[in-house]
């Protein structure tokens, strides 16, 4: 086994250069959620370079890649996951550019062992993290089904193998009123921003209830068109978060028994739709974070747990924990830099995105070897997920 690791160690720094031209051609190419068309194509024509059976336009969509290898041998199918697309109006602030030359390079180095270890190793090029849930829709459509593990790191400012990210559920909500002349007819309207505008200070009042266990966060869409008209029609937008899947919902369906209350004390009617997909809260199963804890610092990387300081987010990565024993973890590029700024966006386009890449790769192949060459590590995930699922299946109703 310890040979494996190192072949896979010798493939990524074979393969940097390539790694690197991909990682540099995405960041002077940032493309939005699913329209990342330059992306996708050069990590589909790379992965097809090193021997992958490619596909693109999976569950649907057009940018989404998946590139398969079968060893013809039993074994785990190893599912590495890779993102490109960039941050609305800020390019690669968020290093995706880096994620997608991590997956091609550990995709490529479990390959070129897994002739002799057996299995099936899967790269998938999945769009729309920034938003779209790209990696929701493809899960929903089935294809990561037949995975057996699901692995992804994430570029930030430190080291790490634990994630927190928040589940969250984006709703705009609508009241519906009764147009009418507010100098001149008001008896005969029905005010639809009185429900908005108490909507927004019962959720303020909620804030101190609430403390750290979740969030909901809004602003007023549509307020009415001008102030001489009572407006029929007004509309604000919430975004619901917690840390914890099963009490987003209770928040949400708290939010939305408030807007009904309202709705008939107010004399409205309302309506609601969800905006986006619900992204769900991660899920690492801690079998496979131990494993690559030992890899990380076998590679010399210095580990430290995750802090909230280094920002918490959503990621469509967190539905697919939920269903597929799985992690997202952290890999350093510049120590005290945040994400989704100029300057992490400016770090990821240098030596310190190239050391990232070689790093990532290195340590999710060596991953991927130990899981392939002790079946007992798989059984160990499996029951370490269904523990999971059986610890939190009466919180997520």
């Excluded at 966060?217 to 029609?233: A, N, Q, S, V």
């Excluded at 899947?245 to 409205?268: E, N, P, Q």
Aim: aromatic share 8%; glycine share 10%; with cysteine.
């Amino acid at each position: 086994m310890n040979n494996y690791k190192e072949l896979v160690q010798e493939k990524v720094d074979s393969i940097q250069p390539d790694l690197e031209r991909l990682s540099d051609s995405l960041f002077k190419n940032p493309e939005y959620f699913f329209h990342e068309y330059h992306a996708s194509k050069s990590m589909a024509d790379m992965l097809a370079s090193f021997g992958f059976r490619v596909e693109t336009g999976i569950a649907g969509l057009e940018t989404s890649v998946k590139a398969v290898y079968k060893s013809g041998k039993a074994g785990p199918d190893i599912g590495i996951l890779g993102e490109f697309d960039a941050v609305p109006g800020m390019g690669h602030a968020c290093g995706h550019n880096l994620m997608c030359a991590m997956a091609v390079g550990a995709g490529a180095a479990i390959r070129s062992v897994i002739d002799e270890t057996g299995g099936t190793v899967t790269v998938f090029g999945t769009p729309a993290e920034e938003g779209g849930g790209g990696k929701i829709i493809m899960l929903e459509r089935g294809a990561f089904s037949g995975l057996d593990v699901a692995m992804l790191l994430h570029s930030s400012s430190e080291t790490t193998v634990q994630d927190i990210s928040y589940s969250r559920t984006d709703v705009r909500i609508h009241f519906y009123g009764k147009k009418a002349h507010a100098a001149t007819w008001p008896e005969e309207g029905i005010n639809a921003l009185n429900p908005v505008i108490e909507l927004f200070t019962i959720v303020n009042a909620m804030r101190l209830e609430l403390a750290d266990r979740g969030k909901i966060l809004g602003i007023i869409r549509d307020g009415g068109t001008e102030p001489i008209m009572i407006p029929d029609h007004c509309s604000a937008e919430f975004t619901v978060r917690s840390f914890n899947m099963g009490y987003k919902k209770k928040l949400l369906k708290r939010l939305l028994d408030i807007c009904g209350h309202l709705a008939v004390i107010s004399g409205t009617t309302f309506s609601y739709e969800m905006i986006d997909q619900p992204y769900e809260d991660i899920r690492n199963n801690p079998v496979l974070e131990n494993l690559l804890a030992q890899n990380f610092t076998s590679l010399g990387e210095t580990l430290v747990p995750r802090k909230k300081e280094q920002g918490i987010g959503c990621t469509d990565m967190g539905n697919v924990t939920h269903e597929i024993p799985g992690l997202q973890s952290y890999v350093k590029v510049s120590p005290g830099l945040r994400v989704h700024t100029k300057e992490f966006e400016n770090a990821v386009g240098g030596p310190a995105g190239y050391r990232a890449i070689g790093i990532g790769a290195k340590a999710m192949s060596m991953t991927a070897v130990d899981i392939l060459t002790k079946p007992e590590l798989l059984d160990d995930i499996k029951k370490a997920f269904a523990e999971m699922k059986r610890q939190t299946e009466t919180d997520d109703l």
